[in-house]
């Protein structure tokens, strides 16, 4: 994991390292990033099987706001 501090490319302001937050029943979830387009599934909402998944890191400007995320 990288700890050296990111600069936005926009404002070169300072990025702060956090995460995307799915909150569904009864759970926190980590947002994760799936290989090919989204199709849907009636009964899970989205169809996962033979997908990658991958953790997304997701950096916030403390200037201008902007959002990068990385996998
Ligand atoms: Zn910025």
Known sequence: MNTNPIECPKCKERMEEGFLLDITHGANLWTR??????????????????????????????????LESYV
């Open 33 to 66: 990033w799936v290989a090919g387009p989204p199709e849907r599934s009636f009964w899970t909402g989205v169809k996962l099987r033979g997908r990658t998944l991958r953790d997304v890191r997701t950096f916030r400007c403390t200037g201008c706001g902007l």
